[in-house]
């Protein structure tokens, strides 16, 4: 059986080779990567970073190995001590494989990172185009990607089989003169409809018309511009090896919580009873 495509992988690569900037919010994830780099005890000599940016992210790290985000990733199992998955695993149609691959990639105790778009991304843009469009034509159309949410994501590293697992979200709100501003940044970022399910034919001018008028409703500020919500979701873990720590059994401990604080430990009050009714 066929496995059903999200992407059209075409459409992306055009639509990437088309971005010019400005690439704000990849500057907001190199800095959050970078930030996160600093404080693990470690320094890596075999990094790799998969991405479509290679011009924005392949200065990341000194000698760092980069290659592109597709679905076989070109990468040698065990090579590497760290591994970046930057702004792409959302357009993966198999976000856990692309894991997966990045695990294998790893050496033991190697690190894993990444950032991506996450569900709460354009929640408002894609709230006024679903009620315009079903007010106007009685339907819905795949016109932004489904992006996943960080409690889907912390499942997909354990499922990929890394190692003390952590996922956590970083959000960023942006104003924007009108909704044609933020179409522009979306192409500037690459990030234009490239779903395999994507209407062909030309939107009706009276859709973003309608959109438009709902944004300005829903989500204007005082002053008039549109806000707009981007969710980055921050992915780490580490390929299993035998010397790291382990969590203790439940129940195992030998020292209690109040004596390592120094703390008076205070019983609580018996829980007070309620009279009976007459």
């Given at each position: 059986?066929?496995?059903p495509?999200?992407?059209?992988?075409?459409?992306?690569?055009?639509?990437?080779?088309?971005a010019?900037?400005?690439?704000?919010?990849?500057?907001?994830?190199?800095?959050?990567?970078?930030?996160?780099?600093?404080?693990?005890?470690r320094?890596?000599?075999?990094?790799?970073?998969?991405?479509?940016?290679?011009?924005?992210?392949?200065?990341?790290?000194?000698?760092?190995?980069?290659?592109?985000?597709?679905?076989?990733?070109?990468?040698?199992?065990?090579?590497?001590?760290?591994?970046?998955?930057?702004?792409?695993?959302?357009?993966?149609?198999?976000?856990?494989?692309?894991?997966?691959?990045?695990?294998?990639?790893?050496?033991p105790?190697?690190?894993?990172?990444?950032?991506?778009?996450?569900?709460?991304?354009?929640?408002?843009?894609?709230?006024?185009?679903?009620?315009?469009?079903?007010?106007?034509?009685?339907?819905?159309?795949?016109?932004?990607?489904?992006?996943?949410?960080?409690?889907?994501?912390?499942?997909?590293?354990?499922?990929?089989?890394?190692?003390?697992?952590?996922?956590?979200?970083?959000?960023?709100?942006?104003?924007?003169?009108?909704?044609?501003?933020?179409?522009?940044?979306?192409?500037a970022?690459?990030?234009?409809?490239?779903?395999?399910?994507?209407?062909?034919?030309?939107?009706?001018?009276?859709?973003?018309?309608?959109?438009?008028?709902?944004?300005?409703?829903?989500?204007?500020?005082?002053?008039?511009?549109?806000?707009?919500?981007?969710?980055?979701?921050?992915?780490?873990?580490?390929?299993?090896s035998?010397?790291?720590?382990?969590p203790?059994?439940?129940?195992?401990?030998?020292?209690?919580?109040?004596?390592?604080?120094?703390?008076?430990?205070?019983?609580?009050?018996?829980?007070?009873?309620?009279?009976?009714?007459?």
């Open positions: 059986m066929t496995t495509r999200l992407t059209d992988r075409a459409a992306l690569l055009r639509n990437r080779a088309r010019k900037g400005p690439m704000f919010l990849h500057d907001l994830a190199r800095e959050e990567l970078q930030d996160r780099l600093s404080v693990v005890n320094t890596f000599t075999a990094p790799a970073i998969v991405t479509g940016f290679p011009g924005h992210w392949g200065d990341l790290l000194p000698g760092a190995r980069v290659v592109p985000d597709t679905p076989v990733l070109d990468l040698v199992e065990g090579a590497h001590d760290l591994v970046i998955h930057a702004m792409a695993l959302h357009w993966a149609d198999d976000p856990i494989g692309q894991l997966v691959q990045a695990r294998r990639a790893l050496q105790d190697g690190l894993f990172l990444g950032v991506l778009f996450g569900g709460q991304t354009l929640a408002e843009l894609r709230a006024v185009l679903a009620q315009a469009e079903s007010e106007l034509r009685g339907g819905l159309s795949a016109r932004i990607l489904p992006m996943a949410e960080i409690r889907d994501l912390g499942a997909a590293l354990q499922r990929a089989g890394f190692a003390l697992p952590v996922a956590d979200s970083l959000r960023q709100n942006v104003a924007y003169r009108d909704l044609n501003t933020l179409f522009s940044d979306l192409r970022m690459g990030e234009r409809n490239a779903l395999a399910a994507r209407p062909r034919q030309l939107t009706p001018r009276a859709l973003f018309s309608k959109a438009r008028r709902l944004y300005a409703g829903s989500f204007a500020t005082p002053d008039g511009a549109c806000m707009a919500g981007f969710e980055l979701i921050f992915l780490s873990g580490w390929a299993p035998a010397d790291q720590p382990k203790l059994r439940p129940g195992s401990a030998t020292s209690r919580l109040a004596d390592a604080l120094g703390a008076t430990e205070v019983p609580l009050p018996d829980a007070v009873k309620i009279p009976p009714k007459d």
